[in-house]
């Protein structure tokens, strides 16, 4: 498995997974109007635009993207880590996340932060997150409930 920076040819990968992950795993604890919403959200020209304005790597394992993070360095956020259904609770996630937070580390950030989707809370808290409040994150005419989480690194 390796862990490399995203690059624009991997947008596809992204959009896809992200999908998947919305899709199958998110649809587990959220009702279908938001699955519905936050899924035609998705798109190459989101993503695109967001390349511009922070971080994004990929976990490939024999060359096949199987997952991605996205974060911030400047205000030591993590925005999502996303693995395909078929590889959950397999390490990748996990994998990810370290390299997020000794990214972080390195830049000297002192607090992390991330919204948690509903059933992502337990892997955070595993990472050493703790809960800090819900927030209702805005999709186009409705919300996701999400939970605010943060985590000091010492």
């Known amino acids: 498995?390796?862990?490399?920076?995203?690059?624009k040819d991997d947008i596809p990968a992204i959009v896809?997974?992200?999908?998947?992950c919305v899709g199958l795993?998110?649809?587990l604890v959220y009702p279908p109007y938001v699955i519905n919403e936050w899924t035609t959200q998705i798109?190459?020209?989101a993503v695109a635009e967001q390349f511009l304005n922070s971080k994004w790597i990929v976990i490939e394992e024999k060359c096949h993207i199987?997952?991605?993070a996205q974060y911030s360095l400047d205000s030591c956020e993590l925005y999502q880590i996303q693995v395909l259904p078929s590889y959950e609770g397999l390490?990748?996630?996990?994998?990810?996340?370290?390299?997020?937070?000794?990214?972080?580390?390195?830049?000297?950030?002192?607090l992390l932060r991330l919204n948690a989707t509903l059933n992502a809370i337990g892997f955070y808290?595993?990472?050493g997150f703790r809960e800090g409040g819900h927030v209702s994150f805005p999709l186009a005419t409705t919300s996701c409930e999400m939970?605010?989480?943060i985590k000091r690194l010492s």
């Open 91 to 110: 390490g990748y996630g996990k994998k990810l996340y370290l390299f997020f937070e000794n990214d972080c580390r390195y830049r000297g950030c002192k």
């Open 16 to 20: 896809q997974i992200h999908k998947q």
């Open 147 to 149: 939970v605010r989480m």
């Open 1 to 7: 498995m390796t862990i490399r920076i995203a690059k």
């Open 25 to 27: 795993v998110n649809a």
């Open 66 to 68: 199987v997952g991605f």
């Open 125 to 127: 808290k595993k990472m």
């Open 43 to 45: 798109t190459h020209n």
